[in-house]
């Protein structure tokens, strides 16, 4: 499982022209699922991001997580985050779940971080929808997590 974690001061995913979604501080994750991802994933992920500390504290020393400051949670699903571009010029996806896979994984998960954290403070996008995204990125501050640890 990948996730691309931006500290954001607002993010929104908007669906043919209308605003699904949206957070205010907190997290935008964008979300890829393996086809070899199971539930150790799933809890290795949760308790990655719940716990990163990449928050400002008081001496702007990054310490903080979003379990301490109570921010928001946007996350989308992006099976491209398993796009391997190095042969060739189009990206290979074979790496990525297959739809209904990646969809129980990513409902999974999004259910874990509901009990986990806050349930109202968790936004979601729509899965295999096509979507805009947009963000202000706090910082910038963008974090590359991997359950596999290939980065």
Known sequence: MRAVVQRVKEAAVVINNEKYSSITQGYLILLGISATDNKKDLNYMLDKILNLRIFPDDNDKVNLSLLDNQYELLVVSQFTLYGDARKGRRPS????????????????????????????????????????????????FTILLDSDKEF
């Not at 074979?94 to 986990?116: D, G, H, T, V, W």
């Open 93 to 140: 996806f074979i790496r990525s779940a297959p739809p209904e896979k990646a969809n129980q994984l990513y409902e999974n998960f999004i259910e874990l971080l509901k009990q986990e954290y806050h349930n109202d403070k968790v936004k979601t996008g729509v899965f295999q929808e096509k979507m805009d995204v947009t963000l202000v990125n706090d910082g910038p």
